[in-house]
């Protein structure tokens, strides 16, 4: 992972931090939900569709960027690809993508009052698309993908 501080200058290198975390990797965009920050799980670099993994990466802003101890991942089982995620105040939406080429419309959606490693709060809901999407909005009602 690799992290600028706003608050230093652009061209400064020690406003940048670089840190390996051991996860699955390949992971597209985040989200930010007040606390954590929730990397959305895509293509490990493997060749094909069995270099897609489910795994969600998430960091603890509270804690140290380079303690191993402020990230955690969980696998929520569903080894699909999205790209991007939403937060909506309570729930983090996974924005499904493809499989390799092969377009999906399952919507994973973890509950962020419920316990990261905790499946019950983790569900998916197959909206029935099979044109991938790349990104979302939340409106302060709705989610877009």
Known sequence: MLRFNTAGLFSDSAAWERYTVD???GYFLGVFDGRFVYFVPGWNGQ??????????????????????????TFDA??????????FDGTYVYFV????????????????????????SA???FDAGSGE??????????????
């Open 96 to 119: 499904p993508h493809d499989r390799g080429g092969d377009y999906f419309g399952e919507v994973l959606r973890y509950n962020t009052f419920g316990g990261f490693m905790d499946p």
């Open 77 to 86: 089982g569903y080894d699909k690809g999205y790209l991007g995620a939403v």
């Open 47 to 72: 060749a094909g569709a069995s270099g897609i993994h489910g795994e969600v990466l998430r960091f603890d802003t509270t804690g140290a960027f380079d303690d191993a101890g402020s990230w955690e």
């Open 23 to 25: 996860a699955a990797g």
């Open 132 to 145: 991938g999407y790349s990104g979302g909005t939340f409106d302060g009602r709705y989610v877009y993908f």
């Open 122 to 124: 983790w569900e998916a």
